[in-house]
């Protein structure tokens, strides 16, 4: 095994987490790089995949999942996440729903040098919106996916996942 | 052309124990409805999701019929829910859409085509199992029965008139009769949802 396959998060352990949380519900509008836990949720009998067109869409969708007492998490590209303000403000934040947002980090670099504005923004966009988010690089830190489902219940309000891995962990 | 009162008071002669999201015909279904606790009035949380949120609920909760009133300017944000709605065939959605032709709370201005847009159509291309068109109360009220007796999604095209609102948002008058917390609430202890559960 390669040192970067060994560093990677794999989609397994992604799909692990979202079982352990009781996740019912995947809203979800593919990034670039996540076509095997694509196929591994769809493999998933306790998941429903709904794929939506428009990133903000998912928000609304994942706040009538909640509302009807299942557990929907969201998953998108952080561009989508900024595209979805609105949404997130008023579909998640407005009706207190507690969702956690598995977000591809495109553009994320260790070492904060980066080429893409989509990094660039994301952690401004997040802060912007008071939304508290945890960065999960490789499958040691995978628990953290349920320490912000954890939080999410607790605070009653969105929290985020940034899946710093996307280039290489769920590209296989 | 309808009025938005008029048909909601139809459709509550046959709403039974549906979940109902009245959207924008939500100021005048609170003073119609006589099963508050399944009603979902939430105003408007952030134009263009009213549909996307039916949809989430009907997806939780299958065993019940889902009514949601949408509205053509919210419809038009996000047209792509017609597609996700249609591929995941929720048996039990009912998608009425109220369609003055313009966005009524900001002073009339006309939605984008707003006299050629034919929504039955998009739906069905997108893949309603069925859509309908009415613009007069009476059929409307004579087809409502056998519309909400199919399996859904069902797309019903509704043309209303226009309730334009001109006043500053600060001086209109609040219809709503609960915070939007407690209309989920109390929909949840309705249905019997341990709100304490996991997220």
Redesign the interface.
């Known amino acids: 095994m390669s040192e970067t396959q060994k560093a990677s998060l794999s989609p397994e352990g992604v799909l692990g987490e979202l079982r352990k949380n009781g996740v019912t519900h995947v809203m979800w509008l593919p990034d670039s790089e996540t076509n095997w836990l694509y196929m591994l949720m769809k493999a998933e009998p306790s998941l429903r995949l709904v794929g939506v067109t428009r990133e903000g869409l998912a928000f609304s969708a994942a706040a009538g999942v909640w509302t009807g007492g299942k557990t929907p998490v969201i998953l998108i590209q952080n561009t989508g996440l900024m595209e979805s303000g609105d949404s997130l403000r008023g579909w998640a934040l407005g009706l207190s729903v507690p969702v956690v947002l598995v977000v591809g980090y495109r553009g994320w670099t260790r070492h904060g040098v980066n080429s893409d504005t989509a990094a660039t923004y994301t952690e401004r966009f997040l802060h912007a919106f008071g939304i508290n988010y945890y960065l999960v690089e490789d499958d040691s830190d995978a628990p953290r996916i349920s320490v912000a489902f954890e939080e999410a219940r607790k605070t009653k309000r969105p929290v985020a996942v940034l899946v710093a891995d996307e280039y290489h962990g769920f590209n296989r | 052309m309808m009025e938005t009162a008029e048909v909601l008071k139809v459709f509550a002669r046959h709403r039974g124990d549906a979940i109902v999201i009245p959207g924008r015909g939500g100021r005048h279904w609170t003073s119609i409805s006589t099963r508050p606790s399944l009603d979902?009035p939430?105003g408007?949380?952030?134009?263009?999701?009213?549909a996307?949120?039916?949809?989430?609920?009907?997806?939780?909760?299958p065993g019940r019929k889902v009514v949601v009133f949408d509205s053509e300017g919210d419809l038009l944000m996000?047209l792509?829910?017609l597609?996700?709605i249609a591929?995941?065939q929720p048996g039990n959605l009912y998608h009425f859409l109220l369609d003055n032709g313009c966005y009524a709370t900001t002073g009339g201005q006309p939605v984008p085509n707003a006299q050629n847009v034919a929504y039955d159509a998009l739906a069905r291309a997108a893949g309603y199992n069925r859509t309908h068109r009415f613009d007069n109360l009476e059929s409307f009220a004579i087809e409502l029965e056998r519309i909400l007796a199919a399996s859904g999604p069902v797309f019903t095209w509704l043309k209303i008139v226009p309730d334009v609102e001109n006043r500053p948002i600060k001086q209109r008058s609040k219809w709503q009769t609960r915070a939007?917390?407690q209309v989920?609430a109390d929909?949840?202890r309705e249905?019997g949802?341990n709100r304490g559960?996991?997220?």
């Open positions: 979902l939430l408007d949380p952030a134009m263009g999701g009213h996307s949120y039916a949809l989430g609920v009907a997806l939780a909760q996000g792509g829910t597609a996700t591929e995941q939007r917390d989920i929909l949840q249905l949802i559960a996991k997220a």
